[in-house]
């Protein structure tokens, strides 16, 4: 453990109060490699507090109306947008994103989040249905679940957060979060709006640690009867085990192995910076990225050379600087991680055209320690390399060339994911047909990561179990019920 004297300590919110904890984690500063931050290393004990909280305070909060709801999500919104400078800096400094991403991309969506979804939650209508031959009329009913049990990753940490919060206090429930241990201080300021925006103490708590200790806690807790989840399949694998003996309801949105394809028809003047940008946009780190580009042959040697110019040209700088379009990454076991897949390609004999190994990074004498690397554009790989096949989740990407479409259909289907896709083209047939054959929960043509949050988000395959936004959320927030009235 660091000393202890100049480092932020956070606290659990636990019933509208900060409430400290008996042990505590270290945080770093990406961009340094130096602790920089306690966070709770909370326990049952703590899951058990913010139950009895988050239980007392159901019946107020699920009987209020969906108008006084929304005011309340409304008025966070408008904390939260007060505070984005602020916000920024410190989701930057936890996680290594720019400051550029964090003011422009993380904070601004968290504030979007509450605003959506105080809006949506006012439209929502529901089913009836008559059978006159009988006398009956049927209608549904929704209601809120509970207490809802939030788990966030550390790669957009109040992005996320607030894209599960918001829903579930809209639709009624009262939450216990768990965001991740390695970024949990804008979640920890956000609390500190909660009481100003009039949300009563007990419907948000967040509970700070690790997963293995508190997130399993909360996840095997029995009055916790919902599980939204945002990380890793392997984690998800393990939440679904410890779930399955009380059938939680369970929303996972997981990995991705996310396929670029660039047919000869595409527009490349378009296309060379957005697939720039959705290769390495948060250090990559990001579910959606971009990391196997499928190129057709006519236009290959082209395209990589035009790529690998504009790759060298996405500066990496430390976090602070507004020129900088990438970061450092989270961890240092992180950047080992990925920098094992740039070894492992090398070794099978794929090219590494620019990035880690063929290009060198400058940085400041004070981040030499911070987990920095360069983004790194492979080829030569096979489709059956590990490059090629897992979740990377850094700055890294392969490009290889494809001739026909069937050909490049069945290859980009070929992986265990099934999250979003990019296809490129100047065809609407083409591209219509194309979106239509890929496995994968988003398709993105011509462009990548533009947001529609009324319609369906997240994965098929190994991506994931189920989808969010307006109704999504709201189905899965809800219990629904049919009711039978005889007259
Ligand atoms: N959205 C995504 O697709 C994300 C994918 N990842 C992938 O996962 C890899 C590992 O990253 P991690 O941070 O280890 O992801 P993770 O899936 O372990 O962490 C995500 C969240 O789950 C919690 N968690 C971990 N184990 C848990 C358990 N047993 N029970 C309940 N909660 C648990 C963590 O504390 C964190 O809040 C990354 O390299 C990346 O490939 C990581 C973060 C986000
Ligand atoms: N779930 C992730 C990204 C979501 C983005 C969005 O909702 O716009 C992720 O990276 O884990």
């Known amino acids: 453990m660091a000393g202890t004297k100049a480092l932020l300590t956070l606290e659990n919110f636990i019933n509208g109060e900060f409430v400290p904890c008996n042990s505590y984690l270290d945080s770093y500063d990406p961009s340094t490699g130096d602790v920089y931050c306690r966070v709770p290393n909370s326990g049952k004990e703590e899951i058990e507090a913010a139950v009895e909280a988050a239980r007392a305070a159901f019946p107020g909060w699920s009987a209020r109306s969906p108008q006084e709801r929304s005011q309340v999500l409304h008025r966070l919104a408008d904390l939260l947008e007060q505070s984005l400078e602020e916000l920024a800096q410190a989701e930057s400094r936890d996680q290594g994103k720019t400051i550029t991403l964090a003011r422009t991309m993380d904070i601004p969506r968290s504030v979007q989040n509450f605003r959506f979804f105080a ?238 190994g063929v290009d060198t990074l400058s940085l400041p004498p004070r981040n030499q320690a911070g987990y920095f690397m360069l983004p790194t554009v492979i080829t030569d790989i096979k489709d059956d390399s590990c490059c090629m096949k897992e979740e990377i989740f850094g700055p890294v990407t392969c490009v290889v060339p494809f001739d026909s479409e069937e050909e490049v259909i069945q290859r980009a289907n070929s992986v265990k994911y099934g999250l979003a896709a990019t296809v490129w083209s100047s065809n609407v047939g083409r591209i219509h047909r194309v979106a239509k054959k890929l496995q994968s929960g988003l398709v993105w043509t011509n462009c990548w990561l533009i947001r529609e949050l009324n319609l369906p988000f997240g994965g098929m395959k190994s991506s994931g179990v189920g989808r969010e936004g307006a109704k999504d959320s709201y189905e899965f927030f809800t219990e629904i019920k049919t009711i039978t009235i005889k007259h």
């Open 119 to 356: 809006s949506s939650i006012l439209h929502h209508t529901s089913e009836c249905t008559q059978m006159d031959h009988v006398g009956c009329l049927h209608y549904t009913v929704r209601a809120p679940v509970g207490i809802a049990g939030l788990i966030s990753p550390w790669n957009l940490p109040l992005y996320l957060l607030t894209w599960k919060v918001a829903p579930a206090i809209a639709a009624g429930n009262t939450v216990i979060a768990k965001p991740s241990e390695l970024t949990s201080v804008t979640a920890w300021m956000m609390c500190k709006l909660l009481e100003r925006a009039g949300v009563p103490p007990g419907v948000v708590n967040i509970v700070f640690g690790t997963g293995p200790r508190v997130g399993e806690a909360l996840v095997s807790h029995p009055e916790v009867p919902l599980i939204s989840f945002t990380g890793s399949q392997p984690t998800a694998e393990r939440i679904t085990q410890l779930s399955a003996p009380h059938c939680k309801k369970l929303s996972l949105e997981l990995g991705g192995k996310n396929p670029a394809i660039i047919f000869e028809d595409a527009n490349l003047e378009e296309c060379i910076p957005t697939t720039v940008k959705s290769s390495f946009a948060n250090q990559g780190e990001i579910c959606l990225c971009t990391s196997r580009i499928f190129v057709q042959k006519s236009i290959y040697s082209e395209f990589l050379e035009k790529f690998v110019e504009a790759t060298r040209m996405w500066k990496v700088g430390i976090p602070s600087d507004p020129s900088a379009s990438m970061g450092a990454l989270i961890s240092k076991a992180h950047l080992e991680k990925v920098r094992s897949y740039i070894t492992k390609a090398r070794t099978e004999g794929a090219r590494i055209l620019c990035g880690e």
